[in-house]
């Protein structure tokens, strides 16, 4: 399950040259992939920044892209312009070699401004390879029903999500095609084969989900697992040897081929051989482990692989953390998950499995319960595939194929269709006639809206008898003149495909549950219409014929409790609630934990949340974040199961840092009692909250006992970052609880310590507002914002356009690059005189190799026209620690209409520079590191000029403003072009360029920023 939102995460991607069309023909310029720089192909676009350029290279008529990027990913993309109501094929010539992350292919969509209309759909979707030889893929592309296309987007995409740097494998691409639809086949590429020798990195979960080097938490006490599935491990026989420290046990457990459950692996003295039969792809693979009490807090476990000579290890550091005291558990409340692995897998009658058995006893500790479910979408899926369904696909508005099936074709062919379906499946049958819960992992969604799909002849003659029109409308009449009716047409069509197969579900085993897993009722009603068009699920249509609803709550904001309260009061059945998307990193526990205890606040008798893929993704921290939410419920229960749950009434006035982190539930009882369950939804701020008693005279809270006092008619709570309380509210009084903490008093210190960091004055028509977060500093004619948690970068504004996004980042560049960025910073003293305003602010460095180095800096603004004074001290207070100091100035600029258009002219002394190029300006004399100025030699497209001058200057091109850079004795001046802006960055010299440590002092620079009228 992998619930995907409108908003597309993680492609910043902007559309190249913009081509004319000719029909039949191919729509790509330079598709031979041509390259004047040996990077990107000429008239294609790619990632320009930092750690990205040098993923590509392109040489005889191919184009590499390797997954070494540190950056989220390198995609190689071209913008054409297309024919509204047309579809569009794409087809390419590619390999690829065995990927640690993934490559894919997706598509944009653009309307004349360049309004981006479909956010990033992918064609293909996470392949690894290998695929050693050239074969020619490629994808229908449906933009027919999009009626303002005019601009297609087409991107050859490899991510890396760890954003550091990894190995140099690659993807490769030669003769890529766009042309018109005419009736073309999606070709994917072959399955991915395993390589026949060892490869370095198979293991691409790295064991526990996280990215290699991050400690998995083992609860003390507790049994852990680390994930040995992989798609690329050979079969063949390897030899698996695992060393940790004596007091650590381990047992290995692996699958079979087509088979169901795992199989322990004999092994002696932590060496285990894993024969040819034995199926690396199986998710459930794990070694599982505990740690006696005489094993030191922190150790690895080590893993060697061996197979013919060739051996790769794998240290794998482990966390204890102090176990959970509590351990209650509620009645009858449980949690379940999606992907239960390997607990599920393994044999537990056979006593020789004795860390498995083990591993099992300490999730059910934690309320973990196994509820077995079969899942249709492996007999019956919901996207088209061929060969599966003898069902007609579904089509846009020009006929072009999209992928899922036609929903009047689907809910036409009736149960029985669907029962043969399934008993062809015998083992599949058999087991389904004795399941108790069978679930439909629904979600056609990922595709794309409902207008996309499908305006077949019978799909378009259906939806006109239900709207009374006539029969001979086309699929762009539709969605000009009917677009409403037809998303509301199409969410009942998906809710009579669904009820279909509910119904042959319940001819081969009435008894069993039928459970609907699709995208949960929308947080915010008001936005209702959006999300039809968007997902087209309407939840109510679905409450006569499905028996749970799994509904994939994947929020981490305030609309997941939005969303769980409206189906909790507005849905008949009961609810199997999903929290955390399984497919994505988890959630950190405290929100998993809250999540879970709003869940059940909110359950029904028969509810049952569940955790996506839960357990599967694990550690001992989210084990002991369960068990102790649990035993929240365990204690509270009892008592708020006495009440309804109801929409929060219980007037309640924001305190400090309120507003919108919080949210409330509440269930009432008849006789006067109610329960209030707050959270506080933000991960850095406490709040205060005050909730107003009405007729109660008591508040209790249940989880300690203790009674609250009431003040004014209100009692004062506080809530941590993350946290949650549950109140009980009563007409009894009760006698307060004495030692309590005065939480009002701890708001007032609270809002006191907020006003000691927030301050404003005004002086000469100048202003000062400081808040802990920020500080502004205005003139008539120009501010200056700077971030007081982010070593006061600051943001530099001619009214309310921004001249620079970012004034004063600062780099040491002695030792590699060290940022100097995310550091809290004091504001010393605000000053104004007539003509300027003035601000001093300092921060100290704390890591090593600078620890101690404080850096002081100070603006001076002037009153009348757009300029800075900077003055930069770095004082060396403790002793010596050499540097060199690096500060960014990042200027925006227009994006252009043509992104491969320059829109920035650098003037640095007799140069002028109209290109789109990255520069760099060398002081004569000047000594580096190695004697290789810094950056040039990474970026071999950059050009090199000599510095003659202390004043630098950007302006837009065709513009009217000039940005002028003063800085004397800079050794090396960088200029980065990016779409929309570009830097001067200023690299001095080295501090102590003797490097004698008798010379300590304080170091000192200066610079001026003005922004003129262009001449």
């Known amino acids: ?73 390198c995609s190689l993309y071209q913008t054409v312009n297309v024919t509204p109501g047309k579809g569009y094929y794409f087809s390419i010539d590619m390999k690829a070699d065995q990927l640690n992350h993934h490559f894919g292919i997706s598509y944009m969509v653009r309307d004349e401004k360049g309004t981006r209309l479909v956010d990033s759909r992918p064609l293909l979707n996470r392949y690894k390879g290998p695929q050693k030889d050239w074969v020619r893929i490629g994808f229908v592309i449906p933009v027919g029903s999009v009626a303002q296309a005019k601009q297609l987007t087409v991107l050859l995409c490899v991510y890396n999500p760890t954003k550091k740097p990894g190995e140099d494998r690659a993807v490769y691409f030669r003769n890529p095609e766009l042309v018109e639809y005419a009736g073309q086949k999606n070709v994917p590429p072959p399955k991915p084969t395993a390589s026949a020798g060892l ?86 693979n794990s070694l599982i482990f505990c740690a006696d009490e005489t094993v030191p807090e922190e150790f690895s476990v080590r893993m060697d692989f061996e197979c013919d000579r060739k051996k790769i290890s794998f240290n794998i550091p482990v966390k204890q953390i102090p176990g959970y005291s509590g351990g209650k558990l509620p009645g009858k409340r449980r949690y379940f998950s999606w992907q239960s692995m390997p607990i599920t897998q393994i044999d537990m009658t056979n006593p020789e499995n004795t860390l498995g058995i083990r591993l099992k006893e300490y999730w059910e500790k934690s309320g973990w319960v196994d509820l077995p479910f079969m899942e249709l979408a492996w007999v019956i899926p919901y996207s088209y595939k061929p060969g599966i369904l003898k069902l007609r696909q579904a089509v846009d508005p020009a006929g072009t194929p999209v992928p899922l099936y036609c929903d009047s074709a689907f809910a036409a062919v009736g149960p029985d269709f669907f029962v043969q379906q399934i008993t062809q499946r015998k083992n599949y049958c058999a087991k389904m006639k004795k399941a108790k819960y069978v679930t439909w992992d629904y979600e056609p969604y990922v595709s794309g809206p409902v207008t996309m799909s499908c305006f077949c002849p019978d799909c378009i003659r259906a939806f006109a008898k239900a709207n009374g029109l006539q029969e001979n409308l086309t699929g762009a009449e539709i969605l000009k003149n009917h677009r409403r009716a037809w998303v509301k047409f199409r969410c009942r069509q998906r809710a009579a495909s669904v009820r279909t197969v509910a119904e042959a579900v319940k001819k081969i085993n009435p008894d069993a549950a039928f459970g609907f897993c699709s995208f949960p009722l929308i947080p915010r009603k008001e936005k209702e219409a959006e999300y039809e068009e968007v997902y087209g699920i309407l939840l109510n249509l679905y409450d006569d014929f499905v028996d749970r609803f799994a509904s994939m709550t994947y929020w ?23 929290i955390q998307n399984g ?121 300690t006992g ?52 927030t301050a404003s004055g005004s002086k000469y028509g100048m202003r000062y507002t400081r808040t802990p977060d920020k500080c502004v500093i205005s003139t008539p004619v120009h501010s200056l914002e700077l971030n007081l948690k982010n070593s006061g970068e600051g943001v530099w504004k001619s009214g309310n356009k921004v001249i620079a996004s970012i004034i004063g980042r600062d780099v040491f560049m002695d030792q590699g690059i060290f940022d100097l960025w995310k550091r809290d910073i004091l504001i010393e003293d605000v000053s104004f005189t007539p003509e300027t305003v003035k601000v001093l602010f300092s921060y100290t460095v704390k890591e090593a190799p600078y620890a101690g180095l404080v850096i002081r800096r100070e603006y001076t603004l002037s009153r009348n026209t757009p300029e800075i004074k900077a003055y930069i001290e770095i004082v060396p207070d403790g002793g010596y620690r050499p540097f060199r100091l690096r500060t960014v100035n990042n200027f925006i600029m227009p994006r252009p209409a043509v992104p491969e258009e320059p829109t920035s002219e650098i003037l640095v002394g007799g140069i002028s520079d109209k290109s789109t190029r990255h520069l760099s300006f060398i002081r004569k004399g000047a000594k580096f590191p190695g004697g290789k100025p810094f950056l040039v030699q990474k970026w071999q497209k950059m050009n090199s000029y000599p510095l003659e001058c202390d004043i630098f200057a950007v302006r837009p091109i065709g513009g009217k403003t000039r940005i002028q850079l003063s800085a004397p004795n800079v050794d090396q001046l960088f200029v980065w072009r990016d779409k929309g802006s570009a830097t001067l960055e200023t690299i001095w010299p080295d501090a102590y360029p003797d490097n004698d440590p008798h010379k300590v002092a304080t170091w000192k620079t200066a610079y001026e920023l003005k922004l003129t009228e262009s001449r």
């Open 1 to 73: 399950m992998r619930m995907k939102m409108k908003a597309v995460t993680g492609i910043m991607v902007l559309a190249t040259s913009v081509i004319s069309l000719f029909a039949g023909e191919n729509l790509l310029r330079n598709p031979e992939f041509a390259s004047k720089s040996g990077f990107l192909p000429d008239y294609w676009g790619g990632a320009s920044w930092k750690g990205g350029i040098e993923a590509y290279k392109t040489e005889n008529g191919v184009v590499r892209i390797s997954e070494k990027t540190s950056t989220f990913n």
């Open 199 to 284: 490869p370095d990195q198979p293991f691409q979960e790295h064991f526990t989900g996280f990215p290699l080097g991050t400690p998995y938490l083992l609860e003390k006490g507790g049994v852990g697992f680390f994930r040995l599935n992989s798609n690329t491990m050979p079969n063949r026989e390897i030899v698996m040897t695992v060393s940790a420290p004596a007091g650590v046990k381990s047992e290995l457990y692996m699958m079979k081929y087509r088979k169901d459950n795992l199989n322990k692996i004999p092994g002696k003295q932590n060496r285990f051989v894993i024969g040819r039969g034995y199926d690396w792809v199986a998710w459930g």
């Open 556 to 578: 981490s904001s305030l609309d997941f409790f939005r969303s769980l309260e409206r189906e909790a009061l507005e849905l008949k059945k009961p609810k199997y609630t999903l």
């Open 583 to 703: 497919w994505t990193r988890p959630y950190s526990t405290r929100l998993l934990g809250m999540q879970y205890a709003a869940a059940a606040f909110c359950a029904g008798e028969e509810d049952f949340p569940g955790i996506a893929q839960g357990l599967f993704i694990s550690n001992g921290e989210q084990v002991r974040e369960m068990r102790k939410v649990m035993n929240f419920i365990a204690i509270g229960e009892k008592r708020w199961q006495a009440g309804k749950l109801v929409r929060n009434s219980r007037k309640i006035l924001e305190g400090f840092n309120a507003h919108e982190k919080y949210y409330a539930l509440e269930r009432k009882a008849n006789d006067g009692r109610s329960w209030s369950l707050l959270f506080n939804n933000d991960e850095r701020e406490t709040l205060f909250l005050h909730l107003v008693c009405g007729s109660a005279n008591s508040a209790t809270d249940p989880l």
């Open 706 to 757: 203790l009674n609250l006092p009431i003040k004014d008619g209100k009692v004062t709570v506080k809530l941590a970052p993350r946290s949650y309380l549950l109140l009980e509210f009563s007409p009894e009084k009760k006698a307060v609880s004495s030692g309590l903490p005065d939480y009002a008093a701890e708001e007032r210190c609270a809002v006191e310590e907020y006003r000691k960091k």
